[in-house]
């Protein structure tokens, strides 16, 4: 079965941490994406992807760093510079991150700040 | 700037009967449509999407019309069932971001559908 997995679905971050959100896909995508998504809002796109050992920043990637070592593999690190990490957050990839793609999303996973 | 607009935040409707859900946007450049489904905590759903050059694409109860005139794009069920209740994202693309074209999507708020039995 092929699709996006996130890990885990509920993350606790204490003031002054740092936490690293997994994402994995075994759909053989070379595009990855990481969005974030505020209540009330539509998701908004904090770091991309388009092939292995290069990403690109988003709209909003300040607070926020990621790593591409593997075609499988996109993981968030959200910093201690990130002064408003509670939200949702949603990986997501698409076959090359070409033009009218369809990019397809994981099961998202929940950051609560403490 | 909101470039994507979904400005009815929530719809109601009657099993059975069309639900329409609306979406504007403003960047004349975007020239690929797409819908997406989500129930709360759970990623988004790809439902259907349309290029520019259509006014119209259908999927089963699942249609979409885009107006390039108007900038709007609609999504019509027919008919509507409870299990469409959910939350209603348009998105739209591509953008050029410093010569690099790549497929960036720009979302709306979404819009909460509630179908009643």
């Known amino acids: 079965d092929g699709g996006i997995t996130q890990s885990p679905k509920y993350l606790f971050r204490k003031e002054g941490q740092n936490v690293t959100l997994s994402c994995e896909q075994n759909l053989n995508h070379d595009a990855m994406y990481w969005y974030r998504q505020d209540p009330g809002q539509g998701l908004r796109l904090i770091y991309y992807?388009?092939?292995?050992?290069?990403?690109q920043k988003g709209d909003i990637a300040e607070g926020y760093s990621v790593s591409r070592e593997k075609k499988e593999s996109f993981p968030l690190t959200v910093t201690s510079a990130q002064k408003n990490p509670t939200a949702f957050y949603l990986c997501?990839?698409?076959?090359?991150?070409?033009?009218?793609?369809?990019?397809?999303f994981g099961p998202g996973t929940r950051l609560l700040v403490l | 700037d909101q470039q994507v607009k979904q400005n009815s935040p929530s719809l109601s409707v009657q099993e059975g009967r069309i639900s329409i859900l609306n979406c504007d946007y403003t960047?004349?450049?975007?020239?690929?449509f797409l819908w997406y489904k989500k129930y709360p905590a759970e990623g988004p759903t790809f439902l259907i999407s349309i290029s520019s050059i259509k006014d119209k694409n259908e999927d089963g109860r699942f249609t979409v019309f885009l107006n390039k005139s108007a900038k709007h794009l609609s999504l019509h069920i027919v008919p509507s069932q409870p299990g469409d209740s959910a939350v209603y994202f348009c998105a739209s693309c591509c953008f050029n971001a410093g010569g690099t074209s790549y497929g960036k999507l720009t979302f709306g708020q979404g819009t909460i559908l509630t179908v009643h039995p």
């Open positions: 997501a990839s698409s076959i090359a991150g070409g033009l009218q793609e369809t990019q397809y």
């Open positions: 960047n004349s450049m975007f020239d690929y």
């Open positions: 992807s388009q092939i292995v050992n290069d990403f």
